[in-house]
């Protein structure tokens, strides 16, 4: 085998060649603009050859110039995809002439443009570059924004991948970009050499600037330098003859060459300190250094007036001036921050102009702490430089960004060859991940490499050592963690680091020499298909990133350096016939570009090390435990083996990795049995297999060869019968008996670490056990183990082994001498202990509540085996902080070497762990769960743990699925199996996005009227199966369309008379007409009110308004009656306020999440002028939505300049109430012009419609709401009581002006009560109260005081107050400013009057504001009752109605001023209830108010409507109708729609405008949003409502005297959304679902818990302390609002939608209401388990193992599968099916005795072990676990209780059996003998591992045999860990009773 082996390893195999064009270039060809950029077609000229290396040109270009060749340059890095690491691709960014191509493609598909870019002049370089922007101001995270940056010559245009783009000018030439961490660095162009030098004492400008953004100034870089006994000192880097040649992002270094010294220098880029910058400002003494800094800043800032024309600098300056205009950096951004400051660089740069030189006069010398000239300085002396620097102004340095700080330099070398610099630089690591920055000197022809170490306590980067490899050219391969090296004779070397792998072989490309070709022939064999470039390239991306990614080294600048040319005149016959390597270039991850001699290019792919996760794994623990030196050797000869041209097929991989590893160890592989034919079965080349089949038929030899394979020897026991020759053969070598003794050979390189290799493998084996999918991995790990084992004379371990494999351990016989001497040099590791560490038997000991020692494990390597035991420990053993503090005490972190103690970096996990994951306060189940999500674990991942380990994390899944947590992250959702959570916590999509044309199929559940016009009724947008499921029994939504609806013609019923004329009869019908349109004008208001948000608009529609319908139709003919006539007197403008009511209707559809731009709003404006008002009104509802703030500004001028009244009212309140209680500047001024009061006195009187003023002034109360803002409340409580000006404007409907000012005043110190701060001199409660009950006016001071000196012409008010003017506004900012303040004072002010003479002098219409007032500021006192109303009315009232006529009425009463005083003091106490009770459904409070309604209904027909007067009762009415739909709001409550609907038919009589407006607002809020929304009872809302349902209604559809109609609609600002919808989140459909509410305790009323069925409003949130949805029909969800209402609120805005999730067997409440078809027979049948689930996988389990069959044995099967399907149905956990199978397996195969390996038997015993578990079991029964209300499970854990036993019983009676026949064979192995060959052994391990019995030793150590008695016996066992049970089957064999038989053990 060697000697194969040793040719074999002399090269390896590459992929196959790949021609390479770049991307770019053809999709350039295609380009409109490709003539210009005469990109020609390159032909491979193969006479001609480059003779610059340095420059990496696209092939040989004939007759093509330099300057045209740097037309293309192109990049490639690896693909980075933020969805993940799925996919690998590779990224090209090509650059020719004006145009930038970036592509992408991956193996799979073609390469595609992914972005491309043209520009207006030639591109200089493009390249990736990343910027980084913090998040937000707060926070220190920060966005990467990921960028192409395309540099000209004035300018960089950088395009970010999220669209954005910026245009960066450069202030002066730049060489080079260079991509950084932080940033774009800039090199200046060094133009010094055309520059005539200028006076000496000049300093150099600085030659480096970085920009941290586009946005941001270019700064220049500073140097921090340490010199060795100065201070550091801080300097510009203005070296102009320091080039750049490498810039890395990670680590952060920059690399430059110096061209004096010819050295190159690694620095370390960061940030620069504070302490830094301070430094760099802080110039302490004018010195030299002063000059130099502050000439910079003068320079960089483009301010330099010097005075003296004397100045050196006089010259220079006038060109700055002049040049100024011309400079296209300025034109093409003049805006940009960088010119201020830049631009004057590039005046420097014009070799015309005699400007100073900035030659290497002084290198690094702006300093400002000392000042050490270097070398040959030619500054003048001191003296002049002061002088010269008095001349400019003091002036401060721009402050840098970045520092660089010198990490290492190369040593200076003495001949100083002037062409050393680098051409190419790069970091790679190798395979022990050591990182070496590599690069390039050509001239010398040699990469030089540094070694460098990164620490991280503190952050710093060590370098260490320097080697050098001959070389003409490499690459870098990070996925390989190697690189390409192109030696100086032209073949290509694969290095790891500095160590040299093996030459690369590429298939279709020969040798370089001859010579090698030579001696080489038989290689050039075809590949196998493992190293094809498609299956090496599968691997996922590594987490390397891409660094040192070079462009094209063309384009750098970096000059081009001239090869020795005697090289190439030796080879030059070899060269024209043979095409060889000429360069490497654009290596990506394992591939990489061959650029050959012929000018073609050609991509190869580097095989990867290991393709078996097995032997992948065993690599790392071999990386892990030995010397770095030493596992290099391994892992390279390793590599060579595998990757040999020819190389093995996957499955051959383990072999071929065990002859070569047993052959470092010292092992003789050959001589070995079991190792001897590994080699044959691997092919040299994968042809040979083939043709070794002559037939397929078969032969003799495949028969003997299956009969001699291991299968067939562990199944030899059990005899087959009737198949001829099937004799049990021996596996070949065993029936050779072996001679020689077998030794290891002890000068291996692997020798001295064998124990240590073992003891890391055995770890590894322990956790491949924890992995399903690895198993077999780990049975043929366990073969080599055991060999080891052997020779290393660890029986326990053996033990171990046979244990789990008892059939395959058997089969080995033969162990290797090691020396005893040698045996004990070897170097142990601690943790290989004498006992081996098993991984179940831990697992079990903790199960058992025993104490156990820490589990060793390989950090990195065994994570399986970490989770799980340290999830035991959690979760079983019970130690909460066993995942963050504990750590040490349940794992014990093996640190490479061992040279430490084994716990040391214990601290370092927890460090970890802790910040991953905060320890929540739940129970262990929830704690568990987080921390596997934590720490990555998935159900994916569950699947792969083995049953019986797994079983404890199933157990505690089930438990947070019965109770999860509201606010727990997706991860945890997912992984408890809750989707429902997962979906709610997923917040990226709103829900179903609701467009313009509904639900589609989904709205025929209701009934859809048939007309065409339906839908334009404006109210189609209502989610239908929400309300469906609201109101299911009847079709009030329906009801509610036809009452509200405005866009069809009414019915216009009037019978002809035989006495009325046709004409009169016209008229009559007309007249009709014309009451009927009162209530159609009337209807939009609750329209909108109904309709509330419930549409999301399409960007590219306009909003649908529907019309607003003002003709008849007249029955029987349905002829048409119009209006418009002329037969009746119609009022002039009549329908303008009901078009805007209309528009605010239609915009008040739009939902507040939808997207709405600016745009989109102008696109709305109607092109007719009488569409105008209809547009106001949206425009002021889109205010109410919160849309309006995207208008822009432009346009809001826009429509203000026009003079629409309309217009501006909208507008005005729309923004302010759009930017409610924020105080914003720009909306006051924009409101203040509106409002005479708030413009200076001498400011022009501007003429704003009356109406237009009110709304401002509104609009003032809005914006500031809540703020107490002094100077607005003191203009506000002015403008209450303002005289009428002389003009006659000022004296009509200045009660609406009045109110508007109280309600504005109100507003803005809304709640504040006496806490008015600032305001006492203002007297604001007591002004307030004169305007209520009047007096004489108070003089006015300050600046109002001109306005109001002018008399009144038109109403003699005299100096006394108008109350009936200012009263109204007044009552209401006193209830305002003193609401819910229980303030008893100022309600007392407001109490009604009790004496007949007071109440004379009240208008009744004023109680009723008294005493809503006075009731909402006494707050807390409101009382849904009767009794409370009542109490409200005075004495005297109540004395003299309401008790009848039998009361002797005195004649001083006026019996008509008491009546209207009653009936409105009961209207504004009912006003009250309402308020107190708004959006609660109270039902004492509906019940109080319907009460009063229905009075106030019977009073209208009765005659005491007629001392109180028709006009007053429907008043009160309306009042207490809009109370009683307060209170139900969003309810849709029947009785308050019958009341609706019986007023809606009323027309005619006192029935005018405003009544209709009234009626139909309460119908709005009934349905409010179509039942999702409802009212809330903050102060905001309360003022909002307070302004909506002013008490006064207009009387027709112009009139806005008292009260301005647009303030109907503030309402809206009241609603919030709190309807919760149930959403199945398997068919996404709403749903019923029962909710429990629990209510917090108050002061009325403890802790209480309600059942509600959702969908439902909710209550207040403030008031409830838990939402839980109930089972059992769905699963339990706990809303917790102890935590905050937030959760909850995020919901209810996301259109409210909770998910839900049916439990199998159950039916929706929808199809089984009252429960009564539940599928949970107690009969399971098969059939009937698609009901219970779709899941295929159980579908198919029940079609195929539960069908009955024939044969009893059948149907005992089929019966138990059935009922362990059901079971694990019904429990809602079908992932145990897995388990339950998995334990009846079990127990069959031993009834069968087909045990090969024990590995389920010893699952089954966990699963026991757990159910006997006394911890389990105590957790179980115990109360705290259902802390939760419940169901508390009387169960065991997630197994059914009677399953368990009958395994048990059947496993216990089968090995009672064996034991009965084979008691000899038990007593061999306790004795210690030898076993027979032939004894059926795997019985036996079965027995052990079932009941758990020790090791041998173990065994032995407590003499067991020497037992006296029983008790003596069990008490031994107990010692030992041995169960009763166990005890009692061995007790025959220990005390010797061989004759009393074995007794029956105790069940």
């Known amino acids: 085998m060697s000697n194969v082996y040793e040719e074999r390893a002399t090269m390896i195999a590459a992929g196959e060649l790949q021609s390479f064009v770049p991307f770019g270039r053809e999709h350039c060809k295609n380009h409109p603009n490709a003539v210009n950029i005469q990109l020609r077609q390159l032909q491979p000229a193969s006479e001609l050859w480059s003779s610059d290396g340095a420059a990496g040109l696209v092939g040989s270009l004939q007759e093509v110039t330099l300057h045209e060749r740097e037309k293309e340059s192109w990049q490639l890095r690896k693909g980075s995809d933020g969805a993940g690491d799925e996919i690998e691709f590779e990224e090209e960014l090509y650059v020719a002439g004006n145009m930038v191509i970036w592509s992408r493609g991956t193996k799979g598909q073609a390469s595609c443009v992914y972005k491309a870019f043209t520009v207006d002049s030639t591109v200089q370089q493009a390249l990736w570059c990343n910027f980084r922007v913090p998040q937000n101001k707060k926070s220190s995270k920060e966005i990467v924004e990921h960028t192409v940056c395309i540099a000209q010559d004035t300018c960089v245009n950088v395009h970010s991948v999220s669209g954005k783009d910026f245009i960066a000018p450069l202030p002066f030439q730049v060489s080079t970009l260079w991509p950084t961490m932080f940033g774009l660095l800039l090199e200046r162009k060094n133009l010094t050499s055309d520059v005539p030098m200028s006076p000496p004492s000049r300093e150099p400008l600085p030659s480096l600037f970085s920009m941290l953004h586009p946005l941001d100034e270019i700064a220049p870089l500073v140097c921090r330098s340490t010199a060795l006994f100065d201070l550091p000192r801080i300097q510009y880097v203005s070296d102009s003859m320091l080039r750049v040649v490498f810039t890395s992002c990670d680590p952060s270094i920059i690399m430059t060459y110096d061209t004096v010294q010819c050295t190159h220098t690694v620095w370390l880029l960061r940030k620069v300190t504070v302490e830094e910058q301070s430094v760099l400002l802080k110039c302490p003494e004018p010195g030299p250094g002063t000059g130099a800094a502050s000439f910079l800043g003068a320079h960089l800032r483009n301010v330099s007036p010097l005075d003296s024309p004397a100045s050196p600098l006089h010259c220079h300056t006038l060109h700055n001036q002049s040049r100024l205009a011309a400079s296209p950096s300025l034109h093409s951004r003049a805006h940009s921050p960088g010119i201020s400051n830049m631009a004057a660089l590039s005046r420097s740069h014009n070799p015309g102009i005699a400007a100073p030189s900035f030659c290497n006069a002084q290198r690094f010398n702006v300093s400002c702490h000392s000042l050490s000239p270097r070398g040959h300085s030619l500054l003048a002396s001191p003296n002049s430089t002061m002088n010269e620097s008095a001349l400019l102004p003091e002036r401060e340095p721009i402050i840098p960004d970045l520092c660089i700080e010198q990490l290492w330099s190369e040593t200076s070398t003495s001949h100083r060859d002037k062409s050393c610099q ?39 980067l060590l370098f260490v050592s320097v080697s050098s490899i001959p070389a003409k050219n490499a690459a870098p391969l990070q996925d390989r963690d190697c690189m390409l090296v192109l030696e100086v004779n032209g073949s290509l070397v694969l290095y790891t680091g500095v160590t040299r792998v093996s030459k690369v072989f590429v298939p279709g490309l020969l040798p370089p020499s001859l010579s090698v070709i030579s001696c080489l ?28 990614m070079m462009p094209s080294p063309v384009a750098d600048g970096m000059g081009a350096v001239k090869h020795h040319e005697t090289s190439w005149v030796e080879d030059f016959n070899f060269q024209q016939t043979v095409p060889h390597v000429h360069t490497l270039r654009d290596s990506v991850s394992s591939r990489v570009t061959l650029e050959l001699s012929n000018g073609s290019m050609q991509r190869i792919t580097i095989p990867e090390i290991a393709t078996s996760e097995l032997v992948r794994r065993c690599l790392q623990a071999i990386r892990f435990i030995l010397p770095k030196d030493m596992a290099m050797k391994v892992l390279v000869k390793w590599y060579n083996t595998y990757n040999a041209p020819g190389g093995p097929s996957t499955h051959q991989e383990w072999n071929l990795f065990l002859s070569c590893f047993m052959t470092m160890m010292g092992y003789n592989t050959d001589r070995l049995t079991w190792t001897r034919n590994l080699h044959i079965e691997v092919p040299l080349s994968p042809v040979a297999p083939k043709k070794a089949r002559p037939a397929d038929t078969g032969s003799d030899e495949d028969w003997d060869y299956l009969r001699s394979s291991d299968y067939h020897w562990q199944l030899s026991m059990q005899h087959v019968a009737g198949v001829p020759g099937l004799g049990t053969l021996a596996p070949s070598g065993a029936r050779e008996e072996q001679m020689s003794v077998l030794s290891v050979d002890s000068s291996a390189p692997l020798f001295q670490h064998i124990p240590s290799l073992f003891a890391v493998l055995h770890l590894l084996y322990e956790d491949l056990k924890l992995d399903e999918l690895q198993r077999s991995g780990a049975r043929s790990l366990a073969g080599l183990l055991q060999q080891m084992a052997r020779d290393l004379q660890l029986e326990e371990y053996i033990d171990l082994y046979w244990r789990d494999y008892p059939s395959f351990i058997k089969t080995f016989h033969e162990s290797c001498v090691i020396d005893q001497a040698q045996l004990e ?24 509540g025993e104490d156990v020692p820490p589990f060793p494990y390989l950090p990195g390597i065994c994570e399986r085996t970490k989770l799980l035991v340290l999830s035991y420990a959690l979760y079983v053993a019970g130690d909460k902080n066993a995942v963050s503090e504990n750590v040490s005490k349940y794992l014990a972190k093996i640190s490479a070497g061992q040279k430490k103690n084994i716990c040391d970096q214990i601290p370092e996990i927890r460090r970890e762990s802790s910040v991953k994951f905060e320890a929540p306060q739940g129970n262990l189940a929830e704690r568990l769960m987080e921390w596997l999500t934590s720490a990555g674990f998935t159900l994916k991942d569950l699947e ?11 157990d505690a899944i089930y438990q947070c699925r019965e109770h999860p947590c509201s606010d727990w992250s997706e991860d945890v959702c997912a992984l408890i199996g809750r989707q429902d959570l997962t979906k709610q916590a997923h917040k990226v999509t709103p829900t179903k996005a609701k467009t313009s044309v509904g639900l589609g199929g989904e709205m025929l559940d209701v009934p859809v009227p048939s007309e065409a016009d339906e839908e334009e009724d404006g109210m189609a947008d209502l989610d239908p199966e929400v309300t469906g499921l609201i109101w299911s029994q009847d079709l009030r939504v329906q009801e509610v369309r036809r009452l509200l609806q405005s866009s069809r013609p009414v019915r216009v019923n009037v019978a002809q008379l035989p006495e009325v004329s046709d004409h009169e009869y016209i008229e009559e019908k007309e007249n009709k007409l014309l009451l009927l349109c009162q209530r159609t004008m009337a209807l939009p208001v609750g329209r909108g009110l109904f309709t509330l948000f419930s549409y999301r608009p399409v960007p590219t529609e306009p909003l649908p308004v529907p019309k607003l319908n003002l003709t008849g139709r007249a029955p029987p003919r349905n002829t048409m009656v119009d209006l418009s006539s002329g037969n009746i007197d119609v009022p002039a403008n009549m329908t303008s306020w009901a078009s805007f009511h209309n528009g605010v209707a239609a915009g008040l559809k739009i939902a507040p999440a939808s997207q709405v731009e600016s745009a989109w709003i102008a696109y709305n404006k109607p092109k007719s002028a009488e569409l105008a008002n209809e547009y106001a009104g949206f425009l002021m509802a889109l205010g109410l939505n919160g849309h309006l703030t995207k208008l822009a500004t432009l346009n809001i001028h826009d ?34 012009i509106h409002i005479p009061a708030l413009l200076p006195p001498t400011s022009t009187e501007l003429d704003v419609p009356h109406s237009v003023q ?11 709401q809540g703020t107490g803002h002094r100077h607005n409340a003191e203009v506000l409580l002015a403008e209450i009581g303002r005289p009428p000006g002389p003009e006659m404007e000022y004296c009509t409907d200045r009660e609406s002006y009045s109110l508007a000012a109280g309600l504005a005043l109100g507003m803005v110190c809304l709640g504040h009560g006496s806490n008015l701060i600032g305001m006492t001199d203002l007297n604001v409660p007591e002004q307030l109260y004169q305007y209520m009950v009047g007096g004489h006016r108070r003089t006015h001071a300050g600046i109002n005081r001109e306005r109001h000196k002018s008399p009144s012409y038109q109403i003699k008010e005299g100096d006394t107050i108008n109350v009936d003017v200012t009263c109204p506004g007044a009552t209401l900012a006193l209830a305002m400013i003193y609401l819910k303040t229980n303030n008893r004072s100022i309600a007392d002010w407001l109490r009604a009057p009790d004496t007949m003479f007071l109440l004379d002098f009240i208008k009744p219409e004023f109680l009723l504001l008294r005493t809503l007032a006075r009731c909402i500021i006494m707050w807390d006192e409101i009382l849904p009752n009767a009794e409370w109303v009542g109490s409200n009315v005075p004495q005297i009232i109540q004395e003299n109605i309401g008790t009848g006529e039998e009361v002797q009425v005195s004649q001083d009463l006026n019996m008509e001023t008491l009546a209207q005083a009653h009936d409105y003091i009961i209207a504004g106490a009912c006003m009250a209830v309402g308020f107190r009770f708004a959006g609660s459904a109270n039902s004492d409070a509906f019940d109080c108010l319907y009460k009063y309604a229905r009075m106030f209904m019977q009073s209208l027909k009765a005659s005491a409507a007629t001392i109180t007067g028709h006009y007053n009762v429907q008043t009160c009415l309306s009042m207490v109708l809009l109370a009683v739909s307060m209170v139900m709001a969003g309810s849709g409550d029947l009785k308050v729609l019958q009341l609706c609907r019986f007023l809606h038919k009323r027309v005619g009589g006192e029935m005018n405008y405003g009544f209709h407006m009234a009626h139909h607002m309460a119908l709005g809020l009934l349905f409010l949003g179509g ?24 009387v027709h559809s112009t009139d806005n005297r008292y009260h301005l109609q647009a303030l109907r609609h503030l309402g809206v600002l009241a609603a919030e959304p709190r309807l919760l919808v149930p959403m199945d989140v398997d068919t996404l459909k709403p749903c019923h679902v029962l909710l429990d509410v629990t209510y917090k305790d108050t002061k009325w009323y403890d802790e209480v818990t309600v059942e509600l069925m959702a969908p439902t409003l909710l209550p207040e949130l403030h008031l409830l302390k838990e939402v839980r949805v109930k089972g059992p029909r769905y699963w339990e969800l706990t809303i917790d609002m102890s935590k905050g209402i937030q959760h909850l609120q995020s919901i209810l805005s996301r259109d409210g939608v909770l998910y839900v999730k049916l439990r199998a067997g159950q039916l929706p409440y929808k199809d089984d209401p009252l429960g009564l078809n539940s599928l949970l027979a107690p009969n399971p049948d098969p059939q009937a388990i698609s009901a219970f689930t779709s899941d295929a996988a159980l579908l198919s389990f029940a079609e195929y193992f539960c069908q009955a069959s024939s044969g009893s044995a059948a149907k005992h099967k089929q019966a138990l599968f059935s009922a362990i399907l059901y079971e694990c149905v019904t429990q809602e956990n079908p992932e145990m099916l897995s388990t339950y199978m998995a334990i009846d397996q079990a127990v069959c195969a031993m009834e069968r005795k087909e045990v090969s390996e024990t590995f389920s038997l010893g699952q089954m015993k966990l699963v026991l072990e757990l159910c006997e578990s006394r911890v389990m079991q105590h957790r179980l029964t115990a109360p705290s676990l259902s802390h939760r209300k419940g169901r508390g499970r009387g169960r065991g854990l997630l197994l059914s209780s009677e399953f368990l036993p009958v395994m048990k019983s059947a496993a216990d009676s089968d090995l009672d059996r064996w034991l009965a026949g084979n008691s000899h064979v038990l007593r061999a192995y306790m004795s210690g003998q030898p076993l027979d060959e032939h004894t059926d052994t795997n019985m036996l391990a079965c027995f052990l591992i079932y009941h758990s019995l020790p090791s041998l030793k173990k065994m032995a150590s407590a003499h067991l045999e020497e037992s006296a008695s029983f008790p003596e016996l069990l008490v031994k066992c107990g010692q030992l860990g041995v169960s009763v049970r166990a005890v009692l089957s061995l007790r025959a064999l220990l005390l010797g009773s061989v004759g009393a038989g074995i007794p029956q053990p105790v069940r």
Request: overall charge positive; proline content about 7%.
């Open 1254 to 1264: 009110v709304a401002a002034v509104v609009g003032i109360g809005l914006v500031y």
């Open 1199 to 1232: 429509y203000l300049t026009k003079g629409h009244e309309m217009t501006s009212i909208g507008l005005l309140l729309g923004v302010s109430a759009a930017k409610l209680g924020t105080m914003d500047m720009s909306i006051t001024r924009l409101l203040s």
């Open 521 to 548: 022939p038989h290689h050039c064999s075809s590949m196998d298909s493992v190293s094809t470039p498609a299956k090496s390239t599968v691997r996922h991306l590594s987490n390397l990133e891409e660094i040192g």
């Open 825 to 848: 040099q070897m170097t142990r590791p601690s943790f290989l202990t004498p006992e081996p560490p098993c991984v179940f038997g831990w697992l079990r000991h903790c199960l058992r």
């Open 1571 to 1594: 039942g999702r929304y409802t009212l809330s009872t903050s102060n905001s809302a309360i003022a909002a409502l307070l302004c909506a349902l002013y008490p006064h209604f207009p």
């Open 944 to 954: 792969s743990v083995p049953f019986g380990a797994a079983l404890p994390i199933r």
């Open 422 to 460: 680098t051409s190419k630089v790069f970091i790679t690591s190798d395979l022990c991940e050591n990182k070496y920055l590599c690069f390039l000197v050509e001239s010398h022809q040699e990469l030089r490499c540094v070694k460098f170490l990164e620490s991280n306590h503190p952050p710093q």
